[in-house]
């Protein structure tokens, strides 16, 4: 099923990267959340590559928006690469760059989280 919900877990250095597929909403934000709460007590750097979310309802956006927020309050920042047409037609929309910066690729992210 193309739209099941899945994540792909890879430690890269001082990051995780996580490879978010499927359908991003209430059910499967719960999941990032925990997923991403665990980065984060860990204190290391998130890279979300978003290329295989093929829907984003406001519960996903909730949650990127939570991870980044719970990301600044520490020491570790959260970056987004290659996002789908879903999500980056949500976040242009409501102007959420400031708060969730985009980058082209995994690597493009990974290099802005070491700059």
């Keep these: 099923m193309p739209d099941s919900f899945g994540i792909q877990e890879e430690t890269r250095g001082r990051a995780v990267l ?3 597929r499927g359908r991003l909403d209430a059910r499967s934000a719960t999941h990032l959340l925990e997923v991403g709460s665990r980065v ?3 204190n290391l750097n998130l890279v ?3 290329s295989g979310i093929t829907f984003m309802a406001s519960s996903g956006l909730g949650s990127l ?3 980044a927020e719970e ?4 020491d570790t920042r959260v ?3 290659s996002p789908s047409a879903a999500v980056t037609s949500v976040i242009h929309l409501l102007n959420l760059e400031p708060f969730l910066p985009i980058d082209g690729s995994e690597e493009e992210a990974l ?3 070491d700059s």
């Excluded at 990301?71 to 520490?74: A, E, K, L, S, T």
């Design 79 to 81: 970056r987004i690469a």
């Design 40 to 42: 984060r007590a860990r």
């Design 65 to 67: 928006l939570s991870l």
């Design 18 to 20: 996580l490879r978010v």
């Design 48 to 50: 979300l590559d978003l």
């Design 111 to 113: 290099h802005a989280l």
């Design 71 to 74: 990301f600044r309050q520490g």
